[in-house]
């Protein structure tokens, strides 16, 4: 049975839909072309689904193009308010994803408010990039896990508790939710997931240039 696609206010009941609706938007425009209000609005809602959302977005969008990538092909490029401009994968938003991955989105979005609440408190200290020297904002800094990566930490977090993938049950969030990841519907195990996760992450704020750096 094919998988549906919900983000927003927008319902496909396949991939397969969705990125036919998806192309046809795109290939109306030439590049450079801004998209209209419409597709704007639809592809902000898509963009929700990516997993590097806040990195991507940035400072927040300005605009988004059409642009050509490496090869050629008509890609999405999101101009944050700051100027920078960054090539977005639609596809990265729709493909297939495994129900770990899914999950460990989930777990990203519970310490969302970890990680924004220290980087509004790096940035209130007057946080200086260590790589590039450079002071650092809102909109230019990235928080990095230094170390350990939220990977080995939401992997060590299942062996530590004993849990399998199945063994944890998600809630969709709202349909104008502007987080469309995953929501650990288990309170206690939610309030474990923070304090573990609290234990052992070491955060660092550095600049969006030098943390794209270590990818």
């Known amino acids: 049975m094919a998988k549906s696609i919900t983000f927003g206010n927008f319902s496909f009941p396949s991939k397969s839909a969705a990125v036919k609706n998806i192309q046809e938007r795109i290939n109306k425009y030439d ?40 090869a ?11 100027g920078h401009n960054v090539i977005i994968s639609w596809r990265h938003c729709i493909q297939p994803t495994s129900q770990k991955t899914v999950l460990s989105i989930a777990f990203r979005r519970a310490v969302k408010h970890i990680i924004i609440d220290f980087k509004r408190n790096q940035i209130a200290m007057n946080a200086v990039c260590p ?38 049950a998600l809630l969709d969030p709202d349909a104008n939710d502007n987080d469309q990841r ?3 519907s288990n309170q206690e195990l939610y309030n474990k997931w923070i304090n573990f996760h609290d234990k052992l992450s070491n955060l660092k704020l550095l600049s969006a240039h030098s943390n794209l750096r270590r990818h």
């Open 182 to 184: 995953g929501i650990i």
């Open 131 to 168: 790589n590039d020297n450079i002071v650092l904002t809102y909109e230019n800094s990235h928080v990095a896990y230094i170390g350990i990566s939220f990977d080995e930490i939401f992997n060590d977090f299942l062996k530590n508790k004993n849990l399998q993938v199945s063994d944890i």
């Open 72 to 82: 050629n092909n008509r890609s999405l490029c999101i101009t944050q308010n700051n």
């Open 31 to 70: 590049f450079n072309q801004s998209l209209n209000i419409d597709d704007r609005n639809f592809f902000e809602s898509l963009f929700l689904l990516h997993d590097e959302y806040d990195e991507k977005i940035g400072s927040g969008i300005h605009d988004i193009q059409i642009k050509r990538d490496f």
